[in-house]
């Protein structure tokens, strides 16, 4: 389906995150997407890295209890969190903190191939990557970075219109 252009690369995006609000972050990935070499991007993986207000405060002091940290990634600007099912998600990973001061971190879901056909990860033909994060409102100043593993690849023709087709379809 795809010939690998590049080795394996990490494109990184940090967000602070203001308790109650949605914080909206893009990785600008355009200068790897060409449609007229039929380039996209393949992601192989995508990390989250929780932390404090400051890189070496104490993220379970931060994070207090009975607060949640949910973040997202998507090929798509959905403007806010999706549910799982939406075709533009690419990972979503969330931080949670119980009552009894207990955490527990997951990653929902890594690099997907909802069908695409792919081996191992994601490909996408857009020019941005969205990040959309929320955390509950007693929390204020954590950071999440968003680490992605990718490559460029070059996609057969019939392949890359079927992968900017269905993207397109998923935007409507």
């Known amino acids: 389906m795809a010939t690998k252009k590049t080795a394996i690369f990490t494109l990184t995006e940090r967000m602070t995150l203001t308790g109650g609000n949605v914080t909206l972050a ?7 997407v060409d449609v007229g ?3 996209g991007l393949q992601i ?3 990390d989250y ?3 404090g207000a400051a890189p070496g405060d104490e993220l379970i002091g931060d994070l207090g209890a009975g607060n949640e940290i949910l973040v997202q990634t998507t090929d798509l600007n959905r403007g806010g969190l999706v549910f799982a099912n939406d075709r533009a998600l690419i990972s979503s990973a969330s931080l949670f903190a119980d ?3 207990g955490r527990d971190s997951t990653s929902d879901l890594f690099p997907d191939n909802f ?3 792919s081996d191992d990860g994601r490909y996408v033909v857009n020019d941005q990557l969205y990040v959309t994060a929320k955390a509950t409102t007693q929390i204020s100043d954590l950071n999440v970075t968003v680490r992605v593993n990718a490559s460029i690849v070059t996609l057969g ?3 890359f219109m079927a992968i900017a087709i269905q ?3 998923a935007d409507n």
């Open 26 to 32: 893009t990785i600008d990935i355009g200068s790897y």
């Open 37 to 39: 070499d039929r380039q």
């Open 44 to 46: 192989h993986s995508v």
């Open 49 to 51: 890295i929780f932390q």
């Open 99 to 101: 009552a009894q001061g």
């Open 115 to 117: 069908g695409k056909g």
């Open 157 to 159: 023709a019939k392949d």
């Open 167 to 169: 993207s397109t379809a």
